[in-house]
């Protein structure tokens, strides 16, 4: 339901207590976003009179059917990208997160509309694209795990891309319903929440970071057989722990080459560090390619890599910008060039906990060699 109206009159000169007219005809007209009244129902032969001088005794219920409209409320792969089509340009539209919609869609074109988000993403590159396959791949499959992992292989290799284990069945307050709804802009909404709690450089997943809120049951709760299989294929489980809650049980991105960038949290790192520091070096914009420009250049540069070493996000880094790498020849063709090598910091994937009972009496330096 769109719109609800009460306390409306067929009287043209009723008011409420502030002075705005009850008259139902202005009301509506004047608030509704849908329904524009023009002529009165022939069975309100009264309506719009005074209400002094007339008693409305026509009162009777009606129904009025909406007529010469298209029902129309499933999107084509074709509008959907479309849609996300306002997202392409970076230097007109400012966005670092881009998830996919939960638009009912084939599980062909489901595939066709996560590459166009995650290609879209990786040509903007300063942004990651979420994404999630069809709840059909997980609820009631026989084995959603190889059904996941083969919808995974059709996915482009991109670590601008994040893929998830499948939907999410959480209550829709605005239509008093439960309804499924596609996980990836939950993803999204952890990795917001990891800038805000902590910066952009920390992993969104795991107990303290990724915990989903709102979630009534899984399409697919994998167990951990499944989680095996689901990460070996690069898409990320969502997991409900008894007493701990619903989990994001995985960070790594679409990048199927292992890498660096093959987990979320260095390729953020890499967007913030890149976005930055190419803002940053606007300034040297027609200057002159001397000392000077380069001194200044790494004066900027550095000082922000150690605030950001300091806060965890890099172990260490270097910052080339001297006659090495421009020389005279890069200096005659107008260029000026700056490498900066960067050390990224690590998320944990793996605990191995080793428990050892030892002899009474026995020194713990004699078997572990420590102080």
């Not at 869609?105 to 990651?128: F, G, Q």
């Not at 990836?184 to 997943?205: E, R």
């Not at 560090?273 to 900027?300: G, P, V, W, Y």
Request: glycine residues 8%; aromatic residues 12%; contains cysteine.
């Amino acid at each position: 339901m769109l719109e609800y109206w009460t306390y409306l009159s067929q009287a043209s000169d009723v008011k409420s207590s502030d002075g705005t007219s009850l008259y139902y005809k202005d009301a509506i007209n004047a608030g509704s976003d849908w329904i524009f009244i023009g002529n009165h129902k022939s069975t309100l032969s009264d309506a719009g009179e005074s209400a002094t001088s007339n008693a409305f005794t026509n009162v009777a219920t009606f129904f009025q059917a909406l007529t010469g409209g298209i029902d129309d409320n499933t999107l084509t792969v074709g509008e959907t990208t479309a849609m996300y089509n306002k997202f392409s340009d970076a230097e007109t539209v400012d966005v670092s997160l881009v998830f996919q919609a939960n638009s009912g869609l084939s599980a062909a074109d489901n595939i066709t509309l996560s590459n166009y988000i995650t290609a879209l993403t990786a040509a903007r590159k300063d942004a990651v694209g979420f994404v999630s396959p069809e709840r059909a791949a997980t609820a009631n499959a026989a084995a959603p795990a190889t059904t996941v992992a083969t919808w995974r292989t059709a996915c482009t290799s991109t670590s601008y891309g994040f893929a998830d284990s499948g939907s999410l069945y959480v209550y829709d307050k605005y239509n008093d319903v439960y309804r499924y709804i596609c996980a990836a802009g939950s993803m999204a909404g952890l990795t917001a929440n990891a800038d805000l709690v902590a910066d952009a450089w920390f992993s969104p997943a795991g107990f303290t970071r990724g915990n989903v809120r709102n979630v009534t049951k899984l399409a697919y709760n994998p167990n951990q057989a499944d989680r095996d299989t689901l990460y070996k294929s690069g898409v990320n489980p969502i997991v409900t722990f008894p007493g701990s809650g619903t989990v994001l049980f995985g960070d790594k991105t679409l990048q199927a080459k292992p890498s660096a960038f093959d987990r979320i949290n260095v390729r953020r790192l890499f967007i913030v560090l890149e976005k930055a520091i190419s803002t940053a070096s606007k300034a040297s914009l027609f200057e002159f390619n001397d000392e000077f420009t380069r001194a200044q250049f790494r004066n900027m540069v550095e000082p922000f890599l150690r605030d950001v070493k300091g806060r965890r996000g890099i172990t260490d880094f270097k910052v080339v910008c001297d006659g090495t790498n421009n020389t005279g020849a890069i200096i005659d063709t107008n260029k000026f060039v700056a490498d900066i090598y960067v050390k990224p910091a690590r998320s944990i994937n793996y605990i191995t906990l080793n428990f050892i009972a030892t002899r009474t009496g026995v020194e713990f330096s004699e078997i572990a060699g420590g102080n």
